[in-house]
């Protein structure tokens, strides 16, 4: 007798990789209809008793027959999560380029040599999923400030080595073999433990002054023993954090010294973006929103309009009017809430003090010539800066890098010709942005089943451009994820597919591009709540 037991899966989730033929299953998913938001859950596998039950008779019908089978050979292929790939950005490039060419030169300024990035004091990573066992475990965690992680890692002595906890910390004598210093010692026999295994354990490194880290060395004595992903942040003061980076690739991490590579965000990178401070990275430029009815104790918000002021918020990935994207032509910074809409200041006021306001822009806008910036990157500083006069930059009022001050014109050197620099303006730290990604990009892979368009009869978007897709998917909070196929798509062209919700993507496709939204893979700290708690205080206030 032979008996075939079939499991079904609910909608499982694995991280991505290159599909088999039918497609990879996410293990991004669970979306909230209502806001979009996307939490973790563990596959769920049910047995199919109807099925089983009738195969069972089928195989007893089958009994007489003279069946064989070679040994060891199995029809079904394993397949093993292999995670989204962090190890080597560069390789992600080449891919990406090779599946979907970058845009045209953006509107930055870019020199070759050192960062001119400010850095950060505090540094950690924090588990974002369960550990199996008791708690997280680390032999090893090195910061580095190269990106290939070369040379000698930053030193961390026992006063800066930081975490939430270490197994045995209440205890009147914590015993020293799972202290935080263990990670950082550079022993592999010596490690640092977790007082449990719930997300939210972190470990990290607080130093004297800012610390530009690039890359990351993680290792742990076995895969079992460290969550799934974790995600790194930094702070100016320990308190507020602002995200770096999403890594889920750990294959390797239990049995060698895992690198990460943080991608810099002191360039314009291929997505929509936030403008968010170097020295709090913790804040970010947004729209200062108005209750529409202030008599009224349920009066609704107007997150944008016309003569809305730019001011500093706390960075929440849902707060759609803290994203921008910039005209790659001209230099025009526009709201993903509706890109009619444009950072800029009246014809006239490009002067130091100029407040900072939302203008519309219709008909391409051709005499916005004062709304038109520049970025200067990388060993510039990470200033934006106007394109009429190249020392005028965006900063805060009074220099006061605080939530809720307003963004005017600064000014950094005395030369308008002169295009703002560090070398024009070494102290200035509080004009310095860097530019945070909306979406992680995953090339020549395609969303096979996509709510909603899977179970509905909804038309994908016409977009010719990457940029046109992420404009899209960025206005509507609802939107977890695009699918985009650029002109050398096989079948379809130039179309985008916004997603809430994924359950098939599959790789290796021809044209096709997926991006992630920030903080939709995990529950996100920087997300909807917040959003929500902030909505309330302003129309406690108002």
């Known amino acids: 007798f032979f008996f075939f037991f079939f499991f079904q899966a609910e909608d499982g989730i694995r991280d991505a990789q ?83 060419p970058p845009p045209p030169p953006a509107p930055q300024e870019s020199d070759d040599g050192a960062s001119g990035r400010i850095g950060a004091k505090f540094w950690r990573v924090r588990a974002l999923t369960k ?82 880290i690039q890359s990351i060395i993680m290792r742990t004595p076995d895969m079992v023993m460290g969550p799934s992903a974790v995600m790194v942040e930094k702070s100016d003061d320990g308190e507020s954090w602002a995200r770096v980076a999403e890594l ?47 008599d009224q ?31 790659v032509n001209r230099g025009l910074l526009h709201n993903a809430k509706d890109t009619v809409y444009i950072a ?40 934006v800066r106007s394109n009429s006069k190249g020392n005028l930059v965006l900063g805060p009022k009074d220099d006061n890098v605080s939530a809720g001050t307003q963004m005017v014109f600064s000014t950094c050197g005395s030369n308008p010709q002169a295009a703002a620099s560090l070398k024009e303006c070494q102290s200035f730290t509080q004009g310095q942005f860097e530019l945070l990604p909306m979406f992680e990009l995953e090339p020549q892979k395609e969303a096979i089943k996509c709510a909603p368009y899977s179970h509905s009869l909804a038309d994908a978007s016409p977009a010719e451009t990457r940029q046109e897709a992420q404009r899209l998917c960025a206005a509507d909070l609802k939107c977890s994820a695009y699918s985009w196929v650029d002109s050398s798509g096989e079948t ?37 709540a917040t959003y929500q708690t902030i909505e309330t205080e302003v129309q406690q206030a108002a």
């Not at 009738?54 to 007489?64: C, D, E, F, Q």
Request: a negative charge.
């Open 18 to 100: 290159e599909s088999r033929g039918l497609g990879d299953v996410y293990k991004r998913q669970g979306i909230n209809a209502e806001y979009g938001e996307l939490t973790m859950a563990m596959t769920r596998v049910r047995l199919s008793t109807w099925l089983m039950t009738a195969l069972l008779l089928a195989s007893l019908a089958l009994a007489t027959q003279d069946l064989h089978s070679e040994p060891g050979s199995s029809d079904e292929e394993e397949v093993e999560g292999q995670g989204q790939s962090n190890n080597d950005p560069s390789q992600d490039d080449e891919a990406q380029n090779q599946a979907n």
């Open 131 to 212: 550990v199996p066992l008791e708690g997280w475990v680390l032999s090893k965690f090195q910061l580095f400030t190269s990106q290939k992680g070369d040379g000698q890692p930053v030193p961390v002595s026992s006063a800066n080595a930081i975490s939430k906890s270490f197994k045995g910390m209440s205890d009147a004598n914590p015993p020293p073999e799972f202290k935080t210093m263990n990670a950082f010692d550079g022993n592999d026999k010596t490690s640092w433990q977790s007082e449990d295994g719930e997300p939210g354990q972190w470990i990290g490194a607080k130093f004297d002054t800012p610390v530009d």
């Open 248 to 294: 889920s690739d750990m294959r390797d991490w239990g049995t060698n010294d895992q690198l990460y590579k943080l991608v810099p965000m002191d360039r314009l990178p291929p997505s929509v973006f936030s403008l968010r401070s170097q020295s709090n990275p913790a804040l970010c430029v947004g729209v200062k929103p108005r209750v529409e009815f202030p």
């Open 297 to 327: 104790e349920d009066s609704p918000l107007i997150d944008i309009e016309e003569g809305a002021v730019l001011e500093l918020q706390h960075c929440m990935d849902d707060t759609v009017t803290q994203w921008w994207s910039f005209d």
């Open 344 to 383: 800029g200041v009246s014809e006239g006021s490009v002067v130091a003090g100029a407040p900072l306001a939302i203008k519309k822009c219709t008909n391409g806008c051709p005499d916005e010539k004062a709304s038109e910036f520049m970025y200067s990157d990388s060993v510039n500083g990470g200033f």
């Open 492 to 528: 379809v062209q130039n179309k985008v597919f916004l997603c809430s919700q994924l359950h098939d993507v599959q790789g290796g496709v021809t044209g096709w591009e997926l991006g992630i939204r920030a903080g939709r893979a995990y529950d996100s700290p920087y997300g909807l």
